[in-house]
């Protein structure tokens, strides 16, 4: 604590606050611009071009960029076309060994990348260093151990890979993205040209040093950098046989409207208005801090976030109260800080327009309540953890995905009344339910229409468990077996 008291003043004084706890940066090294990752080499631009990649905490630029074009495209296509055939024709068991160098090397690394990863995205150094980093490296470990073991994950069919992937990934989860995606392919025997998103590129860049070190051959993996016009490239290449995106459902429709009637194989991960359901039987403390994991920590950017809290009417008055106390000891503030809850918003354009949605429910009627906690000064991109409550199930805020540290708040009477309000969205990825009846979870689990349920506990990831949502939230599963059926075409016997 920062100021020093006796005990008694301590106690009744509710002004106090942790001391800075900032991990350290120093061993960090950076260079001052980074190439495409094409062959195993880094290579510049075609068109000589660059952008920078900024801190969102400081607003200041990080590292310059190369910007992919469709000569780089090419040239990464005919590198993963041409490794295709030697590694289809490498034992499991030696595709296996190079995911699990990749995974130990990640491992060995894991404070470097867990700083570069808030660094460049905004996340809490907490959530970077205890599920980013660690659950990369466990996607590949579990991976490297299906690579020689597909005739028992698809026992009797003769499982072949698709061919050359194109992997297209958000900014939320970076690294994480990048390995739930590039482990199955590779394990399957697959090659891959992977795009991180334009506000996030160095964990994918740190990745492709990662991927060169443990030998991997040439052309297996290759990391564009750019902005959509690069993705864009990429699904529309014709040497290329699978596509997976995870991103906006925007521009997931689009690139399904783009693959109509071509050979293309496509999973979707796009977004999500999941409902937290806090029933009037459950544990209202544990439920109220599985709430405020669901949406507040890592800034609401996260697909599956419980946006929508759905409460009992019986206990909504204390859920209420009890949501509000803990949000005002919420620490918005430098994602370095191992104290930070919440981190820096991504970029300028995704502070702008959670903003808007800010506007946008205060202008349909609905209550406002933003924790009074101080934001950092300078010229980061910063929002305050917001409840909106008083609100209709046809409101702006309740219908779409902020992306933000945002909670919509409804009451329900019955379960029926929940799950009709639950599954009452165009979206179907995540969902939470809260009760101390083992029934009311069955009840609750079956009738809710999203890919992934919690029950009394929210946003929890493991490798072995698969992931993807119904409706416009997306096409196919990524984790687990299913993750590895996406990767692959049966040439049954
Ligand atoms: P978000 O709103 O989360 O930024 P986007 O869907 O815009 O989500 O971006 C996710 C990823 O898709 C990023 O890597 C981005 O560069 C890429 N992307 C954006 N537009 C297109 C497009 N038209 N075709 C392919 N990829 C795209």
């Given at each position: 604590m920062s100021k020093t008291k006796d005990t008694f003043s301590l106690q009744f004084d509710t002004t106090w606050q942790y001391d800075a706890a900032p991990e350290s940066a120093s061993h960090i090294r950076l260079q001052k611009g980074y190439d495409l990752f094409i062959d195993n080499k880094f290579v510049p631009p075609a068109d000589g071009k660059y952008f920078n990649t900024v801190n969102p905490s400081t607003g200041k630029k990080i590292a310059e960029i190369a910007r992919a074009s469709q000569a780089d495209v090419d040239l990464a296509v005919q590198s993963a076309r041409k490794a295709l055939g030697p590694w289809q024709a490498l034992s499991g068991a030696s595709r296996g060994k190079y995911l699990f160098r990749i995974a130990r090397l990640i491992q060995e690394r894991e404070r470097e990348f867990s700083v570069i990863e808030s660094m460049d995205g905004g996340k809490p150094i907490r959530e970077s260093k205890t599920i980013d980093v660690p659950l990369a490296s466990a996607h590949f470990f579990y991976y490297a151990g299906w690579a020689d073991k597909l005739e028992y994950a698809f026992p009797g069919r003769n499982p072949k890979p698709v061919g050359v992937a194109a992997q297209i990934i958000p900014w939320n989860f970076p690294l994480l993205m990048a390995a739930w995606k590039i482990a199955p392919a590779l394990a399957t025997g697959n090659t891959v040209v992977l795009k991180p998103a334009e506000t996030t590129p160095l964990t994918a860049l740190k990745l492709a040093e990662i991927i060169r070190d443990a030998g991997l051959p040439a052309g297996v993996v290759n990391i564009l950098t750019g902005a959509g016009d690069t993705g864009a490239m990429m699904v529309e290449h014709p040497d290329i046989d699978k596509i997976a995106f995870t991103g906006s459902t925007e521009v997931g429709k689009l690139i399904q409207k783009r693959l109509a009637g071509t050979h293309k194989k496509l999973t979707l991960e796009l977004g999500g208005k999941g409902a937290n359901i806090i029933l009037e039987d459950a544990a209202i403390d544990q439920?109220?801090?599985?709430?405020?994991?669901?949406?507040?920590?890592?800034?609401?950017?996260?697909?599956?976030?419980?946006?929508?809290?759905?409460?009992?009417?019986?206990?909504?008055?204390?859920?209420?109260?009890?949501?509000?106390?803990?949000?005002?000891?919420?620490?918005?503030?430098?994602?370095?800080?191992?104290?930070?809850?919440?981190?820096?918003?991504?970029?300028?354009?995704?502070?702008?327009?959670?903003?808007?949605?800010?506007?946008?429910?205060?202008?349909?009627?609905?209550?406002?309540?933003?924790?009074?906690?101080?934001?950092?000064?300078?010229?980061?991109?910063?929002?305050?953890?917001?409840?909106?409550?008083?609100?209709?199930?046809?409101?702006?805020?309740?219908?779409?995905?902020?992306?933000?540290?945002?909670?919509?708040?409804?009451?329900?009477?019955?379960?029926?009344?929940?799950?009709?309000?639950?599954?009452?969205?165009?979206?179907?990825?995540?969902?939470?339910?809260?009760?101390?009846?083992?029934?009311?979870?069955?009840?609750?689990?079956?009738?809710?229409?999203?890919?992934?349920?919690?029950?009394?506990?929210?946003?929890?990831?493991?490798?072995?468990?698969?992931?993807?949502?119904?409706?416009?939230?997306?096409?196919?599963?990524?984790?687990?077996?299913?993750?590895?059926?996406?990767?692959?075409?049966?040439?049954?016997?």
């Open positions: 439920a109220v801090e599985g709430i405020i994991n669901g949406i507040y920590f890592n800034q609401g950017h996260v697909c599956c976030a419980g946006s929508r809290l759905l409460v009992q009417e019986s206990v909504a008055d204390l859920v209420i109260r009890k949501l509000k106390d803990r949000m005002e000891t919420l620490i918005v503030g430098d994602p370095l800080d191992k104290n930070t809850d919440i981190g820096a918003i991504n970029s300028a354009a995704q502070l702008k327009s959670i903003k808007k949605y800010l506007k946008k429910g205060l202008a349909e009627g609905t209550e406002l309540y933003q924790s009074s906690c101080e934001l950092p000064s300078g010229s980061g991109y910063w929002c305050r953890p917001s409840l909106f409550t008083n609100v209709a199930q046809s409101n702006t805020i309740v219908q779409e995905e902020i992306f933000g540290p945002v909670l919509t708040l409804q009451t329900f009477r019955t379960l029926e009344e929940a799950l009709e309000k639950a599954n009452n969205t165009f979206y179907g990825l995540s969902a939470g339910v809260w009760t101390d009846k083992g029934s009311k979870i069955f009840k609750m689990t079956s009738g809710l229409k999203a890919g992934i349920v919690w029950a009394n506990t929210y946003n929890r990831f493991d490798p072995t468990s698969p992931f993807g949502g119904y409706k416009e939230s997306g096409i196919g599963r990524e984790g687990g077996l299913h993750g590895l059926a996406s990767y692959i075409k049966f040439e049954d016997r």
